[in-house]
Structure formats: structure tokens, C-alpha cells
């Protein structure tokens, strides 16, 4: 069954064409994941589709008796309301019957011998639960719960909510809706790594049709089952899984500029034919090849103006090995601690990951350690010759008034303008796209601007919190790609999946507002979380049972203890290194005469060696780390 058809469906801004003739059928079923650059008309279709915009022309039909719920990039809602009303505001059949029950319960109470009351009473009752209106409550909690909200926020008006907030509130609404199409636009924004795995889950449960604008790859590639590509205008469809078809649509594009050539080259022949013999002997033959040109149908060129960024993050060169020592941190504000006990060591190379639910403090954390904000507790040592660079989700170093070609050249003036647009053509913009004013730009826009700031000037550690965001796949490719080739450190919040998994080797967790590290990526870190959870399920049906076994505890009990030992002479050996290594490092700068090459010989083989042992202690460390970690998830 069709539930939404559209026809020729066209649409044009400031005259310039969004959707091109676009045609498509929705059916029972279909998971659409709807992609295509930023700006290229994702949000105008599903508008269009949910009846809020109109197409210039083309014709849009509904099944009949068919429902349907669009959820909005930013929610418009009554700010009185609190969230548990907007919510069950979504099924307002179900609130309809409910205020009927209460009505005939309030004339039951007069009159509880009333006949025809008890009549109408129980076809409401009945009516109320096909609705669901009997489950509806729980389903409401089950989607405030799975999406973040706590019990204690369900009260509260509207008004009190973050645009976060009322985000995740909006799609709470969308979810309990249950209608037979659901239309979502960025429903991850603002979702953290756990209730993007909750709503990942629910999706893939839905039997709804729906259509999915998303950025978030592991969740196109999970929950839909067709993809629409918006290109330029036109739309093409992929029957098939999101990593199906990225490799199709290379392939595609490859046939593409192939059959343009040959067709191209067959043209040229052909009109170089007709050209010299149109009046000659084969004027017959020249006229029939004329009449096939006319009615051939021209294959287009690949779009070459959509160029996706091509970004290099230059490295300021080779810090000291440690760059970054935390010893028993505490981040917070005033009074208020959010997170402590952080023991920290980020050395050359190193790339973090940093997740942790949305409020638990990654972003404090982060301004603490560049001191933005002051420890409330614990020291922060940063080794020598290393060089900061650090995005800041918020984006408040732009500067909304100037052009992006103004904005940029002020970092550094002295180039020429060249250079600076050559320099933001890598970034997408061109031409008089550079004189556009940052404050007018969109989300995405302003993200690429201020990585280009960023990227102006070289760095060798970066700290980056949501990098991502509103970034569209491409744009998140060329970062990928930028931060594999980038030879420094790094420290990354980001709550997108594939992307940690791509550009991370370790991972920082916050969980129940301490600081865990994993000696791997997110998904190390998630199959280990998993281990854990396994454990603690094994460990419960155990002790449940009452089996436990005495001699397995003590051994286990031992391990723990050997294991416990072990990183602490570790940890004590690679303080006296360091310490070794720093006076060494002290002596080769201002003690040792540079004309005692010798001595400066031999000091700088002793450093050397120094060095190669602390990276065996490091790895040593991390290993024991790991071992502790598998033994307190283990059952004794």
C-alpha cells in the first residue's frame, strides 16, 4: 500500500531550483533514509511531504484514512504546557474518550444504577481500549525514560527547557504518536550516545513507515532499508542499506562519467561525419545520422560543483612525550562538584575519545584541563612545546557581524585575499559564498567556519567538543580523513558512534560521574560495558542460586590483589622515569656546555633509552589496566 505519493514535485527559492521534478511513492514498510548535502533540500521535501510548504508544482496524494507526524528540527509548542501534557498531546483521540469515561464515571457517581450510563460506559471503555488509552501512560514514561528525561522533569512547564530539551521533548511527541508515517529530521540532535541507541532500537521495532534525515551513519545504517539521495535537484533512489549504498553510489557515478565519455566521443564522431559528408556522396547517410543525434538522449556529467571539503589540519610540530598530566582532578562550579578523582595522562599521539551523557560534565571537564575554568581540586601539568587548538561546540569564537572572508582574514592579515579563499574553497565556500555574514549562515555553515579558524593556524594537540555537529556525511568524511592524516594528539567529544570508532584508538567514559578509561575505540569500549553488564547479570543469577564457590572467590580474590600491586609499581616506576627523564631533559638545555659533545652524547643515549622504557611502562600500564578491568567484571 502507497501511503504517500508525489508527482513531478517542484520547488524553487530565490529562483534558484531545490527540487527538480522529484517523484516518489512511500510505501508500507519503506525506512527512507533521506540524505544529500547540507542546503541541498532535504528539510524542503519533508516539508512539502507533511503539507506545511507547497510545492511550486507537482501533486502530493495521501492514502486514504492514512496518519502521519512530522518531526520538526525545532518544536512550536504552547510553553505553559508541561512536558508530560505536550506529550500525551499527541493522541488526542485517546485524551477525547478519556475525558468522555470521566464525564459518565462523574454521572455514574449521581445516578450508579443508570442503564443507558452504564451502556455508553462500556462502548467508551471499549473504544478507549483499541485507542490504547489504557497503555498510553506507560508508553509515555517508557519513551520520557528512553530519551533522557528524568521523573522529576515531566512536571515542568515548557518554558523551563533548553531548545535541546524541548527537542528530545518534540520527539518523545513524534514517538507516541504511532502514526502510520513518521517524518524526522535530525532526531539525533541533541541525543547522547545511550538515547541514540535507545531510539536506534525503537526505530528498527517500528513497523511505521517513515522517512529519516540523519547524519548519523551507524544509524541509517541500522534502521533504514531505502535511501533517497538529493542531488541538485533530482532525487534517486537506492533499495538497499545505507553501506549498500555508498558503494553503489560510487559505482554509479563511475558508470556515469564513463557512458558520458564514450557518448560524448560518439557525438563528436558522428557530428564530424555529418560535417563532411552532408553534401557529398553519403548525404544520405549524414542526413540519418543527423535525425539519430536529435533524438538522442544526453547522458549528463557528474556534478562536479558539489566538491566535498578537502581539510588538513597542520601539525606545529613534535611536543614532549607527555603531554598532558592530571592527578587527582575535581571540576566543577563554586560548591557544585560534577566530576572527581580524575587521573588523567595523555601522551604524543595519543587519540581520545571522551563520551558520557548529555549534562555529566565532558564539556566542564574539557574547559577545566584548558583552563578556562579553575580546578576546584588536583593538579594539571602540560608538557613542553605543545600547542592548544580547540573547538567549542557553542561556536563563540565567531564573530556574527563579519563575512567568512573577513572572519578569516583576521586571523592572520598579512596574506593575501587569494589565499584566504583558496584557503576556504577546501572548506566549500566559493566565490561570493565567502562574503556571506556568519551570522546568516546555518548551523552546518558555521561549524565549517569555525573548523576553518581552527585549522588556520598549526597545532599538535587538539580538543574538540562536537565537531560534528550539524555537519553534514561528507563534511564529516573530510574531517575523518583530516584527523587520520594529522601527526598530534587529540581529546574528542563526540556522540557520533562511527565517527569515534574512526578516528579514536582509546576512549574516556563518565559513568555515574567517574572518569574510566578503555585502551580502545567506542566499540572496545562498548564490548567491554557489554562484558561487564554480562557479568553482572551472571554474578546475580549466582548469587540468586546460591552457588557461589569459595576457592574460585579467593583466587580471584588474589589476582585482583597481584593486579592491584602491579599498577602501582608500574605507575612508580614511571614517575622515577619521568622524573629521570625531565632532569635529563634539564641538564641537555642549561647545564651540560655545548662544547662538552660527549657528555651532551651521552646524556642524550641516556634519554633515549629513558624514553623507549616509558613507552614500555606506558604499555605496560595500559595492559594491567585492561587486566583490572576484565577481573572486576569477572564472577568470583
Same mark, same amino acid.
Given at each position: 500500500?502507497?501511503?504517500?505519493?508525489?508527482?513531478?514535485?517542484?520547488?524553487?527559492?530565490?529562483?534558484?531550483?531545490?527540487?527538480?521534478?522529484?517523484?516518489?511513492?512511500?510505501?508500507?514498510?519503506?525506512?527512507?533514509?533521506?540524505?544529500?548535502?547540507?542546503?541541498?533540500?532535504?528539510?524542503?521535501?519533508?516539508?512539502?511531504?507533511?503539507?506545511?510548504?507547497?510545492?511550486?508544482?507537482?501533486?502530493?496524494?495521501?492514502?486514504?484514512?492514512?496518519?502521519?507526524?512530522?518531526?520538526?528540527?525545532?518544536?512550536?509548542?504552547?510553553?505553559?504546557?508541561?512536558?508530560?501534557?505536550?506529550?500525551?498531546?499527541?493522541?488526542?483521540?485517546?485524551?477525547?474518550?478519556?475525558?468522555?469515561?470521566?464525564?459518565?464515571?462523574?454521572?455514574?457517581?449521581? #445516578?450508579?444504577?443508570?442503564?443507558?450510563?452504564?451502556?455508553?460506559?462500556?462502548?467508551?471503555?471499549?473504544?478507549?481500549?483499541?485507542?490504547?488509552?489504557?497503555?498510553?501512560?506507560?508508553?509515555?514514561?517508557?519513551?520520557?525514560?528512553?530519551?533522557?528525561?528524568?521523573?522529576?522533569?515531566?512536571?515542568?512547564?515548557? =518554558?523551563?527547557?533548553?531548545?535541546?530539551?524541548?527537542?528530545?521533548?518534540?520527539?518523545?511527541?513524534?514517538?507516541?504518536?504511532?502514526?502510520?508515517?513518521?517524518?524526522?529530521?535530525?532526531?539525533?540532535?541533541?541525543?547522547?550516545?545511550?538515547?541514540?541507541?535507545?531510539?536506534?532500537?525503537?526505530?528498527?521495532?517500528?513497523?511505521?513507515?517513515?522517512?529519516?534525515?540523519?547524519?548519523?551513519?551507524?544509524?541509517?545504517?541500522?534502521?533504514?532499508?531505502?535511501?533517497?539521495?538529493?542531488?541538485?535537484?533530482?532525487?534517486?533512489?537506492?533499495?538497499?542499506?545505507?553501506?549498500?549504498?555508498?558503494?553503489?553510489?560510487?559505482?554509479?557515478?563511475?558508470?556515469? &562519467?564513463?557512458?558520458?565519455?564514450?557518448?560524448? #566521443?560518439?557525438?563528436?564522431?558522428?557530428?564530424?561525419?555529418?560535417?563532411?559528408?552532408?553534401?557529398?556522396?553519403?548525404?544520405?547517410?549524414?542526413?540519418?545520422?543527423?535525425?539519430?543525434? &536529435? =533524438?538522442?538522449?544526453?547522458?549528463?556529467?557528474?556534478?562536479?560543483?558539489?566538491?566535498?571539503?578537502?581539510?588538513?589540519?597542520?601539525?606545529?610540530?613534535?611536543?614532549?612525550?607527555?603531554?598532558?598530566?592530571?592527578?587527582?582532578?575535581?571540576?566543577?562550579?563554586?560548591?557544585?562538584?560534577?566530576?572527581?578523582?580524575?587521573?588523567?595522562?595523555?601522551?604524543?599521539?595519543?587519540?581520545?575519545?571522551?563520551?558520557?551523557?548529555?549534562?555529566?560534565?565532558?564539556?566542564?571537564?574539557?574547559?577545566?584541563?584548558?583552563?578556562?575554568?579553575?580546578?576546584?581540586?588536583?593538579?594539571?601539568?602540560?608538557?613542553?612545546?605543545?600547542?592548544?587548538?580547540?573547538?567549542?561546540?557553542?561556536?563563540?569564537?565567531?564573530? #556574527?557581524?563579519?563575512?567568512?572572508?573577513?572572519?578569516?582574514?583576521?586571523?592572520?592579515?598579512?596574506?593575501? &585575499?587569494?589565499?584566504?579563499?583558496?584557503?576556504?574553497?577546501?572548506?566549500?565556500?566559493?566565490?561570493?559564498?565567502?562574503?556571506?555574514?556568519?551570522?546568516?549562515?546555518?548551523?552546518?555553515?558555521?561549524?565549517?567556519?569555525?573548523?576553518?579558524?581552527?585549522?588556520?593556524?598549526?597545532?599538535?594537540?587538539?580538543?574538540?567538543?562536537?565537531?560534528?555537529?550539524?555537519?553534514?556525511?561528507?563534511?564529516?568524511?573530510?574531517?575523518?580523513?583530516?584527523?587520520?592524516?594529522?601527526?598530534?594528539?587529540?581529546?574528542?567529544?563526540?556522540?557520533?558512534?562511527?565517527?569515534?570508532?574512526?578516528?579514536?584508538?582509546?576512549?574516556?567514559?563518565?559513568?555515574?560521574?567517574?572518569?574510566?578509561?578503555?585502551?580502545?575505540?567506542?566499540?572496545?569500549?562498548?564490548?567491554?560495558?557489554?562484558?561487564?553488564?554480562?557479568?553482572?547479570?551472571?554474578?546475580?543469577?549466582?548469587?540468586?542460586?546460591?552457588?557461589?564457590?569459595?576457592?574460585?572467590?579467593?583466587?580471584?580474590?588474589?589476582?585482583?590483589?597481584?593486579?592491584?600491586?602491579?599498577?602501582?609499581?608500574?605507575?612508580?616506576?614511571?614517575?622515577?622515569?619521568?622524573?629521570?627523564?625531565?632532569?635529563?631533559?634539564?641538564?641537555?638545555?642549561?647545564?651540560?656546555?655545548?662544547?662538552?659533545?660527549?657528555?651532551?652524547?651521552?646524556?642524550?643515549?641516556?634519554?633515549?633509552?629513558?624514553?623507549?622504557?616509558?613507552?614500555?611502562?606506558?604499555?605496560?600500564?595500559?595492559?594491567?589496566?585492561?587486566?583490572?578491568?576484565?577481573?572486576?567484571?569477572? #564472577?568470583?
Amino acid at each position: 500500500m502507497i501511503l504517500i505519493s508525489a508527482e513531478s514535485i517542484t520547488k524553487r527559492f530565490e529562483d534558484k531550483p531545490i527540487l527538480d521534478s522529484v517523484s516518489i511513492g512511500l510505501r508500507q514498510g519503506d525506512r527512507i533514509g533521506l540524505v544529500g548535502r547540507n542546503g541541498t533540500g532535504k528539510t524542503t521535501l519533508l516539508e512539502i511531504l507533511a503539507g506545511g510548504l507547497k510545492p511550486d508544482s507537482g501533486q502530493i496524494t495521501y492514502a486514504k484514512g492514512a496518519t502521519l507526524t512530522y518531526l520538526e528540527q525545532e518544536i512550536i509548542a504552547d510553553n505553559n504546557l508541561t512536558l508530560w501534557e505536550y506529550v500525551l498531546s499527541a493522541r488526542e483521540d485517546i485524551q477525547e474518550f478519556g475525558g468522555k469515561l470521566r464525564e459518565i464515571e462523574r454521572e455514574l457517581e449521581r #445516578d450508579p444504577q443508570n442503564t443507558k450510563l452504564l451502556e455508553r460506559l462500556g462502548e467508551t471503555q471499549r473504544k478507549f481500549e483499541q485507542l490504547g488509552g489504557f497503555e498510553i501512560e506507560t508508553e509515555a514514561k517508557i519513551i520520557l525514560a528512553g530519551l533522557g528525561f528524568s521523573n522529576d522533569r515531566w512536571s515542568s512547564p515548557l =518554558r523551563e527547557f533548553s531548545g535541546g530539551e524541548r527537542n528530545r521533548a518534540g520527539l518523545s511527541r513524534t514517538l507516541l504518536a504511532n502514526s502510520d508515517t513518521i517524518l524526522l529530521d535530525e532526531p539525533t540532535n541533541h541525543l547522547d550516545i545511550e538515547t541514540t541507541a535507545w531510539l536506534e532500537t525503537r526505530l528498527v521495532q517500528s513497523d511505521q513507515a517513515m522517512i529519516l534525515v540523519s547524519h548519523d551513519r551507524l544509524l541509517l545504517e541500522k534502521v533504514v532499508n531505502v535511501i533517497w539521495e538529493i542531488q541538485s535537484g533530482k532525487l534517486s533512489v537506492y533499495k538497499m542499506s545505507f553501506g549498500a549504498y555508498v558503494s553503489e553510489r560510487e559505482s554509479r557515478r563511475a558508470r556515469q &562519467e564513463k557512458q558520458y565519455d564514450l557518448q560524448k #566521443d560518439f557525438i563528436s564522431r558522428t557530428e564530424e561525419f555529418i560535417r563532411k559528408n552532408l553534401a557529398g556522396q553519403k548525404t544520405k547517410q549524414a542526413k540519418s545520422r543527423r535525425k539519430l543525434l &536529435e =533524438r538522442i538522449k544526453k547522458i549528463s556529467r557528474v556534478e562536479t560543483n558539489e566538491r566535498p571539503p578537502d581539510l588538513t589540519i597542520r601539525s606545529s610540530g613534535r611536543s614532549f612525550n607527555h603531554i598532558m598530566a592530571v592527578k587527582n582532578l575535581s571540576v566543577g562550579y563554586g560548591s557544585d562538584v560534577v566530576l572527581s578523582g580524575i587521573d588523567i595522562d595523555i601522551h604524543r599521539g595519543d587519540r581520545f575519545g571522551l563520551i558520557g551523557p548529555n549534562g555529566s560534565g565532558k564539556s566542564t571537564l574539557i574547559k577545566t584541563l584548558l583552563g578556562e575554568l579553575k580546578p576546584l581540586e588536583g593538579e594539571i601539568r602540560v608538557g613542553g612545546n605543545v600547542e592548544f587548538a580547540y573547538f567549542d561546540q557553542t561556536l563563540e569564537n565567531l564573530s #556574527d557581524s563579519q563575512s567568512i572572508l573577513e572572519f578569516i582574514w583576521s586571523v592572520d592579515p598579512q596574506i593575501t &585575499e587569494g589565499h584566504v579563499r583558496t584557503y576556504l574553497a577546501r572548506f566549500g565556500f566559493y566565490g561570493d559564498e565567502t562574503l556571506k555574514r556568519i551570522g546568516d549562515l546555518s548551523g552546518g555553515e558555521k561549524t565549517k567556519v569555525s573548523l576553518a579558524e581552527i585549522m588556520f593556524q598549526p597545532a599538535n594537540f587538539l580538543v574538540f567538543d562536537e565537531p560534528t555537529n550539524h555537519l553534514d556525511l561528507e563534511s564529516r568524511q573530510a574531517l575523518e580523513d583530516a584527523l587520520e592524516k594529522f601527526e598530534g594528539a587529540y581529546l574528542i567529544v563526540s556522540h557520533d558512534r562511527y565517527f569515534l570508532d574512526t578516528v579514536t584508538d582509546k576512549t574516556f567514559s563518565i559513568e555515574n560521574e567517574v572518569l574510566v578509561s578503555y585502551a580502545g575505540p567506542y566499540s572496545y569500549y562498548l564490548a567491554k560495558r557489554e562484558e561487564r553488564e554480562r557479568g553482572f547479570a551472571e554474578t546475580e543469577k549466582k548469587q540468586s542460586q546460591n552457588k557461589e564457590n569459595y576457592s574460585d572467590f579467593k583466587e580471584l580474590s588474589r589476582q585482583r590483589s597481584r593486579v592491584e600491586k602491579k599498577l602501582k609499581s608500574v605507575a612508580s616506576k614511571i614517575t622515577d622515569h619521568e622524573r629521570e627523564l625531565a632532569r635529563l631533559e634539564e641538564m641537555i638545555a642549561n647545564e651540560i656546555p655545548r662544547s662538552d659533545w660527549e657528555k651532551l652524547t651521552e646524556t642524550s643515549l641516556k634519554k633515549a633509552e629513558l624514553e623507549t622504557d616509558l613507552l614500555l611502562l606506558y604499555q605496560e600500564l595500559e595492559d594491567t589496566k585492561a587486566q583490572k578491568e576484565f577481573l572486576e567484571g569477572k #564472577d568470583p
